[in-house]
């Protein structure tokens, strides 16, 4: 089936402690991306990368990192989450074909940082 | 700095009426996209519009695309409960960004 997977699905974590978001897709698509989801703000892009070892920046990078060391994962890393990267977390991919075509979703990461 | 903006952000509409989202982006772009949410899911996407005058259909759903105008618009003819959700649309930068809508939140009732 194909799929994008995230991984944990609900984290509670605290201030400066370190995690990593796992997203991995099964559909050997070339680009990828990460979104918070947050109220009245609908979705804005942390980071995309559109092959292996290509990312670039999007709306709200602070405090994110992340890798695309193969084509099937790009993992989400806090170094150091504070509690207002307490969210909603989407990774999604899709193939570019002369452009981005349709984004499949992964099925969200609820993040508090307390 | 580019906006994207859905209007309404929140719609009670009755079954079997029609309406229509208005998404208005504020750069250049050829690209726009619409997407479904229900509650506490995932989203699920519905249409992709790819150049100017571009129309869409699936069901009781027509999107369609002025990019003279900066506009997007998704229509409902006859609407059903089961099409209740948060609709987003989100316009393709040159760059491959993403810029989103802030959603808008569409209740049906019988």
């Known amino acids: 089936e194909a799929q994008v997977t995230q991984n944990p699905r609900y984290l509670i974590t605290v201030t400066g402690k370190k995690l990593t978001v796992t997203c991995s897709q099964n559909m050997n698509h070339e680009y990828m991306s990460w979104y918070r989801q947050d109220p009245g703000l609908g979705l804005r892009q942390i980071y995309y990368s559109m092959n292996v070892e290509v990312t670039d920046k999007g709306d709200v990078p602070e405090g994110y990192k992340v890798s695309r060391k193969e084509k099937r994962n790009f993992p989400l890393i806090l170094e150091s989450p504070s509690p207002n990267q307490t969210s909603l977390y989407f990774c999604a991919s899709s193939f570019l074909a002369g452009g981005q075509e349709t984004q499949y979703f992964g099925p969200g990461t609820r993040l508090l940082v307390l | 700095e580019l906006k994207v903006e859905q209007n309404p952000l929140f719609l009670s509409m009755q079954e079997g009426k029609n309406y229509t989202i208005y998404c208005n982006y504020s750069?250049?772009?050829?690209?726009l996209y619409w997407y479904r949410q229900d509650p506490g899911k995932s989203l699920e996407s519905l249409f992709v519009?790819?150049?100017n005058g571009a129309v869409k259909q699936e069901g009781r759903l027509m999107a369609s695309l002025d990019t003279k105008a900066r506009l997007s618009t998704l229509h409902i003819t006859a609407a059903v409960h089961d099409l209740s959700a948060t609709y987003f649309c989100?316009?393709?930068?040159?760059?491959?960004?993403?810029?989103w809508g802030a959603g808008t939140k569409l209740i049906i009732k019988p």
């Open positions: 989100a316009v393709d930068l040159a760059s491959y960004q993403l810029i």
């Open positions: 519009l790819l150049s």
């Open positions: 750069t250049t772009s050829d690209r």
